[in-house]
Every structure is written in structure tokens, then in C-alpha cells.
């Protein structure tokens, strides 16, 4: 198991253009998160996913974000039509939900972080 | 904004000292977790401490939870270069949705 994994790392795109964010959790973990960290703040939650359910999306996303997560595994965000606003770390993270005779730590596994500057 | 509040937002110590931060949070919670972020880096779980929890430990860390002043505080004993870093804390009052705070930088001089 290699952890959280996101792609690209970097981005860096014109006002305008579309954008989508991959995100690869650790393999046996259910829920899926999508945070945006700007700049000296902490991470704001965007949406969440348990399997392929998209359960909770925040207020913060347009209509010009969508996220998916296809048969569970892995999760896409894409941003279309940028805005310099949107230049911000995007987030991944992964955890376990609680099973019968499983221990739930509650802890949250994060990737590196996609981070997006829109010019 | 959902987000809780920390404090100090800065704080610059000296290799061996103690460095302590406060994180306040707006809702009842089920848990409050501690997590550390190197600079452009993901974020790693420091801690975990349940709503019914005074005070945990781990390793250097300890962490104290007043659930009556919506309140929490993460000690770091002997500090060593290798902890400048930023902190949050998160809390969860649901079955899944973390709030983050704004976070402590701290800077540890050598």
C-alpha cells in the first residue's frame, strides 16, 4: 500500500480552461474526502464520498465543480470554466468506516496535495 | 465559516522548549484530531482524543480537551527542529465531516 496518491501535483492553467484532479485513496478505505487549502488556512471540506456515493458537497462548490467516484475507488474534481479564486491545494484524503469487530481510528490519510494556479 | 480558530496563529520557539496550541470549535463534537503539515505537504494525524477524554498522550504530544469551553490545546515537549511545521486541529460532530482550524505555524530554531 503506497498511501494517498494525487495527480498532477502541479497545475497551472489559464482563466478559463478546465481542470480535473485524480485522486487514489488507500485501497480497502470507503470514504473519500475533497478539501481546498488557500494559502496560510486550514483545509476547507468541499465533498465526501462513502464508496460511490457522493453524500455531502458543500456550499463552497459552484456549479463549475464536479467530483466523481466511480465503482468507489478512485475520485476525480474537476473545476471548469477556472477563475484565478479557484488558485488554491486540493486535497485528497481517505479513511475507513467503522466495522463490526473493526477498530475505527477516525483517522483522515492525506495525499500530497494537487496544488492549481489559474493566470 | 465553519472553521474553527487557533491559536497563536505564529509561534517561534527554541530547540528544547515547550511549544503549546489552542484550537477552539464551534459545534458539539465526537472527536477532535490533531494533524501536522510540512510546508506543501499533505497533512499526517498527530493525535486522536474522544468528547469523553480529558487528556491523551503520545510520545511528546499531549493533548487536552475541554468540551465545556468548545476548547483544546496540543503541548509538544523538548521541541526539535524537525517539528517546524503548521498544526491543525479537526473536529467531528457527525459520523464523517471534519472541520479544520486555521492552524498554528510554528518555527523551532535550532
Known amino acids: 500500500d503506497t498511501g494517498v496518491s494525487q495527480d498532477p501535483r502541479h497545475k497551472i492553467t489559464k482563466r478559463g480552461q478546465n481542470v480535473t484532479f485524480r485522486c487514489d485513496p488507500i485501497?480497502?478505505?470507503?470514504?473519500l474526502y475533497w478539501y481546498r487549502q488557500t494559502l496560510g488556512q486550514g483545509p476547507e471540506f468541499l465533498t465526501y464520498?462513502?464508496?460511490?456515493?457522493?453524500?455531502?458537497k458543500s456550499r463552497l462548490l459552484s456549479d463549475r465543480f464536479s467530483a466523481e467516484r466511480p465503482k468507489g475507488s478512485f475520485s476525480t474534481l474537476e473545476i471548469q470554466r477556472t477563475e484565478q479564486g479557484d488558485s488554491a491545494m486540493y486535497l485528497c484524503?481517505?479513511?475507513?468506516?467503522?466495522?463490526?469487530?473493526?477498530?475505527?481510528?477516525?483517522?483522515?490519510?492525506f495525499g500530497e496535495g494537487s496544488r492549481l494556479t489559474v493566470l | 465559516s465553519q472553521q474553527g480558530e487557533e491559536d497563536p496563529q505564529a509561534l517561534s520557539i527554541q530547540e528544547g522548549e515547550n511549544a503549546t496550541m489552542n484550537c477552539s470549535y464551534k459545534t458539539s463534537i465526537n472527536n477532535l484530531q490533531w494533524y501536522r503539515q510540512n510546508s506543501g505537504r499533505g497533512l499526517v494525524h498527530l493525535i486522536l482524543?474522544?468528547?469523553?477524554?480529558r487528556e491523551k498522550h503520545s510520545g511528546r504530544l499531549r493533548v487536552t480537551l475541554d468540551t465545556s469551553k468548545k476548547s483544546s490545546s496540543l503541548l509538544i515537549t523538548a521541541s526539535r527542529a524537525a517539528d517546524t511545521a503548521s498544526y491543525f486541529c479537526?473536529?467531528?460532530?457527525?459520523?464523517?465531516?471534519?472541520?479544520f482550524g486555521t492552524g498554528t505555524r510554528l518555527k523551532v530554531l535550532a
Open positions: 479537526a473536529n467531528t460532530s457527525g459520523t464523517y465531516k471534519y472541520i
Open positions: 464520498f462513502q464508496n460511490e456515493a457522493q453524500l455531502e
Open positions: 482524543i474522544r468528547s469523553n477524554e
Open positions: 484524503a481517505s479513511s475507513l468506516e467503522a466495522i463490526k469487530g473493526r477498530i475505527n481510528t477516525g483517522e483522515l490519510f
Open positions: 485501497s480497502e478505505h470507503n470514504r
